[in-house]
Every structure is written in structure tokens, then in C-alpha cells.
């Protein structure tokens, strides 16, 4: 089965400068989440969309921004890049259309190095 | 916060025993997921139940939620080698604004002796 496939796998990038992460999610699915993973912790929920539009907020930095394009895949654009910035990025899909299981499934995330 | 927050923070455990994790979280919940994560990699979903429900069984996986203790238990019986992973539950609020994020909590790393 089609899964959530994110890119790039790893990035490493300097101090102060921009990244841009992409997210694919499971066909049919019209839901897209990110998160944000530091070593050893736990996963932190940034934002979501639906249908193209942000659904809800986390603990995104105002130096970050997404969005969902009409293909539903989204992208997490990340400037002035700090060294806390360093973590693992996940997105998840989910489908609201089919009943909104609320089941949230994982892409297997982008290691974004910050140096 | 209605971080959830687990224990123990680690578990060692020979293989074929019994492993039990817990999760308690602070506020009202539309359900609690529970995800395993191998070291780095991406989280997969275990199992989901709902705040109506009491119990749920996956293969060897059974998950209890008690609403009125705000606490969930994940046991995973006959343990394996392959079990070895980190488990976090993570709690869905749902307050009617869709597509909310999941709050999860700190995760409990579960090593399977063989």
C-alpha cells in the first residue's frame, strides 16, 4: 500500500539559511500534518491543512510556513535556520472524507542537520 | 498541559514476557492513539480508541482507556526481539476544529531481551 513519502530524506544545511521539506500524503487523503522531532523527544505537532487550507496551529515558529497545493501535497518552508532547528521532520495524512478516522499515518520523516 | 505523559520511561523485558506502558494525560480527549517508533525512524500507528471505548485488542497488542482516571495502558503480550522500540500514546482533542494535531507524550523505550 501507498504510503506518505517525504523529501528529501536528510538535508544539511548552515545557519541562517533556508530549507524547504516535502510531503506526499497516502492517496485520497486530503489531511496533511507536520511535526517536529528533537533528539531523544517527542514528537511536536507544527500545523496542519485541509483542503488546501491550515486547520490548526501548533508550536510553529514564525520563521516557518506551509502550505497544501491543490495535488494535496504540502511543503514546510523553514528560514533563518538555527541550530535548535536540527531535528527530525515528520508529515502525516489522514482522510476526512472516509469517516475521519482520526488515524494519523507517518511519512518516515526528513533529518534536517543545521550547522 | 494536556501533554500526556508515559511510564515508565523505559521497560527491559525477556523475551516472551508480558510488557504493560502507561499513559495518563490531563484533558478531555475524542481518542488516544498509540504509535512505535524504532530508533530515528518514522512513527507507526498501532491502535487507536476511542473515548467511548474501554478496551481494544490488535493481534498481541490490547489497549484499556479509562476516561474518568484519564489514563490509557498499552500491553503487548508474548513479547519479541523485534518488539524493541519506543512506544508513545498520543491524545486527539478534536475540539471541533478538524484536522487537530496530536499531543504526544514523552514515550516509553521498550527493550526486549531475548
Known amino acids: 500500500a501507498a504510503g506518505v513519502i517525504q523529501s528529501p530524506r536528510h538535508l544539511i544545511k548552515e545557519k541562517r539559511e533556508t530549507a524547504t521539506l516535502k510531503c506526499y500524503p497516502i492517496p485520497r487523503h486530503d489531511t496533511v500534518y507536520w511535526y517536529q522531532q528533537g533528539p531523544g523527544q517527542d514528537p511536536q505537532f507544527l500545523i496542519s491543512?485541509?483542503?488546501?487550507?491550515?486547520?490548526d496551529k501548533g508550536s510553529i515558529p514564525d520563521r516557518f510556513s506551509a502550505q497544501q497545493f491543490s495535488d494535496y501535497h504540502s511543503e514546510l518552508n523553514m528560514s533563518s535556520l538555527e541550530l535548535g532547528d536540527s531535528a527530525l521532520y515528520f508529515c502525516?495524512?489522514?482522510?476526512?472524507?472516509?469517516?475521519?478516522?482520526?488515524?494519523?499515518?507517518f511519512g518516515p520523516g526528513t533529518r534536517l542537520t543545521v550547522t | 498541559s494536556q501533554q500526556g505523559e508515559e511510564d515508565p520511561q523505559a521497560l527491559s523485558i525477556q523475551e516472551g514476557e508480558n510488557a504493560t506502558m502507561n499513559c495518563s494525560y490531563k484533558t478531555s480527549i475524542n481518542n488516544l492513539q498509540w504509535y512505535r517508533q524504532n530508533s530515528g525512524r518514522g512513527l507507526v500507528h498501532l491502535i487507536l480508541?476511542?473515548?467511548?471505548?474501554r478496551e481494544k485488542h490488535s493481534g498481541r497488542l490490547r489497549v484499556t482507556l479509562d476516561t474518568s482516571k484519564k489514563s490509557s495502558s498499552l500491553l503487548i503480550t508474548a513479547s519479541r526481539a523485534a518488539d524493541t522500540a519506543s512506544y508513545f500514546c498520543a491524545i486527539a482533542m478534536y475540539s471541533g476544529g478538524g484536522a487537530d494535531g496530536l499531543t504526544f507524550g514523552k514515550g516509553t523505550h521498550l527493550i526486549i531481551q531475548p
Open positions: 491543512f485541509y483542503e488546501k487550507m491550515q486547520s
Open positions: 502525516a495524512s489522514s482522510s476526512k472524507a472516509s469517516g475521519y478516522s482520526y488515524e494519523q499515518y
Open positions: 480508541i476511542r473515548s467511548n471505548e
